[in-house]
Structure formats: structure tokens, C-alpha cells
């Protein structure tokens, strides 16, 4: 199901057609602070000329899992992604973790700042994609 969100930014209306409804991200787990980083990193791969990521409710749950394993553990990084993505069942994943980014944007910004974040935001072959924070981690796990 595909929603279209309507923004006012400088006197200009933008519009943008999202992959899922607010309800249904809502049920595969995703907070707002999620649907917003996934909403910016969509304008932000459309104006790179690609196509749009919709959430996936396995990946959600994945991304969920490795923020809660970061929290916990209160260290930041890429453990376990081999079997992230062997339970994917994707030929191609990508990455991106953060922490202490108190907002959606400033995540985002830092990821795009970073090239090999970006890289990953801007990988043409991710179609499908889960983010979680939990705390002040954050998990982006996009694959193919």
C-alpha cells in the first residue's frame, strides 16, 4: 500500500509517494523516529535519482534485535551481521549503525557526511529495509 506525504518547505510543496502507510509500519514495529529516518533517506535517495525503500518486518525485526544487542552490550558496532544477513535471505545487505543522535535528521546527517554510510543509504540495489533505535542506538539494515 503506498501513501503520499506532502511537505511545505521553503513555500514549496513537496510531495512524496511512500512505500507504506504510517498503520502498516506501525504493526511491523517501526517507531516515528524510524518511519522519519527512512522518509529522509527516501528524499534523499530520489533526489540521487533511486528508487525508494519500503520497510520489511523481518528486517525491522533484525535492526531491532542488533540496537537492543548494542544497548545492552552500551558498545556500537557490526557484530553478528553475518547472521543478520543469512537471516535476511537476501544476496545483498547493507549496514549502517549510530548512536547518540538524539533526532532522525541529525542521524541521518552524520551518515551522510560519513562515506561509507552513504554509500550504503545510496546502494541502487537495496529495495527493502528495517530500522530500530533502542535507546541511543540505532540499526539501519537494508538489503536487496
Not at 503506498?2 to 513555500?11: P, V, Y
Not at 543469512?86 to 549503525?97: D, I, K, T, Y
Not at 532522525?104 to 552524520?110: E, N, T
Not at 546502494?123 to 539501519?140: D, H, K, L, M, Q
Request: proline fraction near 3%.
Amino acid at each position: 500500500m503506498k501513501m503520499t506525504k506532502c511537505i511545505l518547505a521553503g513555500g514549496i510543496v513537496l510531495c512524496t509517494l511512500l512505500p507504506m502507510t504510517t498503520a502498516a509500519a506501525e504493526k511491523t514495529g517501526v517507531t516515528l523516529y524510524g518511519r522519519t529516518l527512512l522518509e529522509q533517506i527516501n528524499l534523499y535517495r530520489r533526489d540521487n535519482g533511486l528508487h525508494p525503500l519500503r520497510f520489511d518486518a523481518n528486517l525491522v525485526h533484525l535492526a531491532k534485535t542488533h540496537s537492543f544487542a548494542m544497548s545492552r552490550q552500551k558498545m556500537i558496532g557490526h557484530a553478528n551481521f553475518d547472521d543478520r544477513f543469512a537471516r535476511s535471505g537476501s544476496r545483498l545487505c547493507v549496514e549502517n549503525v549510530g548512536y547518540n543522535h538524539t533526532t532522525p535528521l541529525k542521524q541521518f546527517d552524520a551518515w551522510s557526511r560519513s562515506k561509507g554510510h552513504d554509500q550504503n543509504m545510496l546502494s541502487p540495489e537495496i529495495t527493502r529495509a528495517g530500522i530500530a533505535e533502542i535507546g541511543n542506538y540505532v540499526t539501519f539494515f537494508a538489503c536487496k
